[in-house]
């Protein structure tokens, strides 16, 4: 391993000190530019507003087809006409209907 070379006490930060005034030397010339006179003009700026779309999942409802079970079951986002105990009440009322007065 290298021996470590003893540092004085203040000779890092007089180190950075005289690389910084080494930077200030390297200093490119600004050319001067003339200043124009700017017109304003008046920039209608266009807002994008993003608009996001929730996509809603819709859950599909398993109707046990073939079978007359009336079986009441709940879903979330179904009003209760829209069950399948009421719908064949209705269509059971439907169909004496139709042969009453056909």
């Known amino acids: 391993m290298r021996e470590k070379k003893l540092v ?5 930060t ?3 000190r ?3 005034r080494r930077r200030r030397r390297r200093r490119r ?5 003339r200043r124009r006179r700017r017109r304003r003009r008046r920039r209608r700026r266009r807002r994008r507003r993003r608009r996001r779309r929730r996509r809603r999942r819709r859950r599909r409802r398993r109707r046990s087809q073939g079978t007359g ?3 009441p079951k709940t879903y979330r986002h179904s009003s209760p006409e829209d069950s399948v105990c009421v719908q064949a009440r209705q269509n059971e009322r439907m169909q004496s209907a139709k042969a009453s007065f056909g």
């Open 8 to 12: 004085e006490k203040g000779e890092k």
């Open 14 to 16: 007089e180190r950075r």
């Open 18 to 20: 005289r690389r910084r």
């Open 29 to 33: 010339r600004r050319r001067r530019r």
């Open 69 to 71: 079970l009336c079986v």
